[in-house]
């Protein structure tokens, strides 16, 4: 049986947008607010610092038994035991993936707009998938458009589902209803004034499950 993030729950799926200096703090902010995952993401090349903040990062989320998701590097979760890593198009297989991290870590996979891409990763022991963007996203404008009806239609791989892309509170209700699992959010949560208040916001949105 392959391992899946259900045991979390459902909910916000928080996405750190470094480097920046406040890092751990706002981090802790999110967690604060209901995360149920917290996901690493710095694409500098400055690999000490990395290393240094995703082990400080995995000991945080400890605190609040939150698994530690590493952005598109395997050797950086192997190093800091984190919980899982995230993969996009350009990165490891997860069957590959699965092999360097061991059964019980968490593998998920960007399916963009792709159902067909989704099925794959589900077929190799991926263990959420995530589509997006459903709305412009500030991070990544130029993102393929996905639609709300690829949430239902993925339904039936089994595994969980989760949105991403231009994701407010406001709009977040729609893609829960539609059958997200998570709302994996940057901008919105972590460039928020208040951090704790707005992953409390998205939290909510998951309050009558």
Do not use: W
């Amino acid at each position: 049986m392959k391992p899946t993030v259900q045991t979390t729950g459902r909910g916000l799926y928080a996405i750190t947008d470094g480097p920046r200096p406040d890092l751990l703090d706002v981090a802790a902010h999110a967690l604060a607010g209901g995360a149920r995952l917290l996901q690493y993401r710095d694409k500098s090349a400055d690999s000490v610092r990395r290393h240094a903040e995703a082990a400080a990062l995995k000991q945080l989320c400890a605190t609040y038994a939150v698994p530690l998701i590493i952005n598109d590097d395997v050797a950086l979760a192997i190093a800091v035991a984190a919980g899982g890593v995230h993969l996009g198009k350009n990165d490891d297989d997860p069957a590959a993936a699965r092999i360097a991290l061991g059964a019980e870590s968490i593998i998920g996979v960007s399916c963009y707009d792709s159902l067909a891409r989704a099925r794959a990763a589900a077929h190799a022991g991926a263990s959420y998938i995530a589509f997006g963007a459903f709305f412009p996203s500030p991070t990544k404008p130029l993102a393929p458009h996905a639609p709300l009806e690829l949430l239902r239609q993925s339904a039936a791989l089994g595994v969980p589902r989760v949105a991403i892309g231009g994701i407010t509170p406001d709009n977040g209700a729609s893609l829960v209803e539609a059958g997200a699992d998570y709302l994996a959010v940057i901008s919105a949560v972590f460039g928020a004034t208040d951090v704790r208040a707005a992953a409390l916001r998205f939290t909510d949105l998951y309050s009558t499950d």
